[in-house]
């Protein structure tokens, strides 16, 4: 008894860690409590026998819930795809910032770092599944090679292989800047937004700026990348006149400042920014309302 409890225990224990590893792998967090509560069903499927023989029931959940977001990955391709427009990660709130922030969602259990960045989570949309698996696991979790074979089915060396292949696909992208500096520039597209100003707003922008724009065909949202500075500020700008009584408010977006857009009380849209060399490069704006949840009235 006294060893079946303690496996209950530490599997319990374990649902934060694995929330985390899933979003990261998943770029959504419903997704992500999906294969966490699936991991979970299968292993209270098993017969105590079974459980008891396990060493580590969190490693056991681990490559259970490794494997199905492999899984999911592999499917996600062709479901986004179908999508409206571009797809973009959930964006993250810091719950702390409002005054709230410890249930069992699973936007309270997020550890907000460098790995969930907007820039950090659409690089590693670009990899192959098998690599984000491999790289997340290892360079983030600091997983064994041994233990990532477990869960793509392949030697350590060939997920050593995958993961330093990925690791160049993160060398190429832009060094992120310190928080203070990224406040900084966001502050400024605030107020120059705020204010209309385009010309303030298309000296913030560098000229080759994009702007990746996330509704999911339910919010309104443009469909394609808007690119170059000049467009970019005049859209921000048409969004302004188009929206009278809008509040942004700048908060943390994925663990870096960015804006968030408040119309009547609600939150309807999510911005987040990567700044290099003082100019913004990136905006990522998400509207669609099932990525806007965790950042709903609740505590606010």
């Known amino acids: ?123 590693l949309e670009s990899m192959t599944p098998a690599e984000r698996v491999a790289f997340v696991l290892h360079d983030v979790f600091r997983y064994p090679f041994a233990e990532i074979g477990g869960v793509l089915g392949r030697t350590p060396g060939a997920c050593k292989q995958l993961a330093a292949s990925a690791r160049r696909r993160v ?47 339910v919010a309104g949202a443009v469909l394609r990348p808007v690119e170059g500075g000049a467009r970019i500020a005049q859209y921000m700008a048409a969004i302004a006149d188009r929206a009278p009584g809008l509040e942004l408010l700048e908060r943390s977006v994925n663990g870096l400042p960015g804006l968030v857009a408040r119309q009547a009380g609600a939150v309807t849209t999510v911005a987040a920014f990567e700044v290099t060399d003082g100019s913004v490069t990136r905006i990522w704006v998400v509207r669609n309302p099932e990525k806007l949840r965790p950042w709903g009235a609740d505590g606010w």
């Open 1 to 123: 008894m006294g060893t079946a409890g303690a496996n209950t225990r530490e599997t319990v224990g374990e649902r934060r860690q694995l929330i985390n590893v899933a979003y990261r792998l998943l770029g959504s967090l419903a997704e992500a409590e999906d294969a966490v509560q699936e991991a979970y069903a299968r292993w209270y499927a098993l017969p105590r026998s079974r459980q008891d023989e396990v060493g580590s029931p969190g490693a056991w959940l681990t490559t259970v819930t490794g494997r199905i977001c492999l899984d999911v990955l592999g499917s996600a391709r062709a479901r986004r795809e179908r999508y409206v427009g571009a797809w973009l990660p959930d964006p993250l709130p810091d719950r702390t910032e409002w005054g709230h922030g410890h249930g069992t969602d699973p936007a309270d259990q997020m550890v907000l770092d460098e790995s969930v960045t907007m820039a950090f989570l659409v690089v």
């Open 171 to 217: 060398r190429a992208a832009p060094a992120p800047v310190a928080a203070a500096a990224q406040a900084d520039a966001v502050r400024r597209v605030k107020e120059a937004w705020e204010t209309k100003d385009i010309p303030a707003l298309v000296d913030l922008l560098d000229p080759a700026a994009v702007m990746t724009a996330d509704g999911g065909g």
